[in-house]
């Protein structure tokens, strides 16, 4: 590659940036901010880069780092203070450039004002739209917003616009329009776009952060309505490395139920904090024998390892229904030990 960062779209210097920024943090940028579609375009740009020149890579970061130092100027101050600031770190040709493209982006990103507003003020504009409406504007908050409007939402709707936010898979235009002109005529600050969402990860974010028996209702109501919907979201509320944020009592009560063969299969896949706090809470014996039976265990298929955390999270999710161990969760008092 030659010439100057003035020459390459968006797709190219996304490309570059990511490839400045090493494999491991760029793999979590894409994982957490782009669609699958967007990042096999992203990878296959990517790979198409045989070398970078430095003075182009620098350009590229120097953009970036405008454009970062905008959106903060814009989240702070406003269009107008933004402009102002821009203009004496850039000039005013620059400033102007950098300001539109941040502008641009920030458009792009349906209810970005609504994440500002407080959910109260915010629950009483929509508690009585229709059970969709709420559900959809619901998956375009952030978590700890959405758990409390919907802890605040009677038993019936709860139930409603949980399973309407787990089947969410992508929104359609049309649909996003008309939320935004309802919510336009009330809160005046909502967007057009249109944007993939993950609907039962989006339900599981928002009930790991409501009170349990917000949790128990949800649930309840679906297990009637579909009851293979119910057992994936149950799947995902406690997943196997979630362990690590057990006390230690209640990884010895849980360790107390384990089939060891399968605490072996489940621990050779599992991270080093996981094993480390496995091994913490286990006898010296114990532990030995556990770490002798995973080193000398062979090859194990990934189905195996994870049907084997699955009957370990389900444990976990029995005794802590059962009042024998406690899941820290949102919305709740504080536990005292």
């Known amino acids: 590659m030659s010439g100057s960062a003035a020459k390459l779209n968006g797709l190219q210097k996304t490309a570059i940036l990511l490839i400045s920024l090493g494999s491991d943090l760029s793999a979590a940028i894409l994982k957490k901010n782009f669609h699958q579609e967007d990042i096999e375009k992203i990878t296959q740009q990517i790979s198409m ?23 903060e100027f814009l989240m702070v101050g406003g269009p107008e203070y933004a402009k102002e600031m821009l203009q ?29 507003t407080d959910p109260k003020h915010l629950l009483s504009f929509i508690r009585d739209e229709h059970p969709q409406v709420i559900a959809l504007i619901l998956t375009h908050l952030h978590s700890e917003q959405a758990a409390l409007i919907l802890s605040a939402l009677s038993p019936e ?4 616009i949980a399973r309407r936010i787990a089947i969410t898979d992508r929104v359609s235009p049309e649909m996003m329009r008309e939320v ?19 609907g039962i ?11 349990r028996g917000t949790e128990k209702t949800i649930l309840e109501e679906l297990e009637i309505t579909d009851p293979e919907l119910t057992e994936e979201i149950r799947k995902l509320l406690f997943v196997f490395e979630d362990i690590v944020k057990l006390p230690d009592s209640s990884i010895q009560r ?29 006898s010296k014996r114990a532990s030995d024998m556990l770490r002798d039976e995973i080193k000398y265990m062979g090859p194990v298929r990934l189905r195996d390892v994870e049907e084997s955390q699955q009957r370990i999270v389900q444990i976990i999710r029995r005794l802590d229904e059962s009042g024998e161990i406690i899941i820290a969760r949102g919305g709740e008092d504080a536990i005292i030990t």
């Open 49 to 71: 880069m045989n070398t970078v020149p430095r003075e182009v890579q620098e350009e590229v970061l120097e953009e970036f780092a405008q454009m970062l130092q905008a959106r």
């Open 88 to 116: 004496k770190a850039l000039g005013d040709s620059k400033a102007l450039e950098i300001l539109e493209k941040v502008q641009r982006t920030i458009k792009n990103r349906p209810f970005s004002t609504l994440r500002k």
């Open 157 to 160: 709707q709860q139930s409603d």
């Open 180 to 198: 935004e002109s309802i919510l336009e005529r009330k809160l005046s600050m909502v967007e057009q776009s249109e944007q993939s969402l993950s």
């Open 201 to 211: 990860k989006a339900l599981v974010d928002i009930i790991n952060r409501v009170d």
């Open 254 to 282: 849980v360790l107390r139920e384990v089939d060891p063969k399968d605490l072996a299969r489940a621990m050779r896949a599992s991270n080093e904090d996981v094993q480390e706090r496995v091994f913490k809470n286990m």
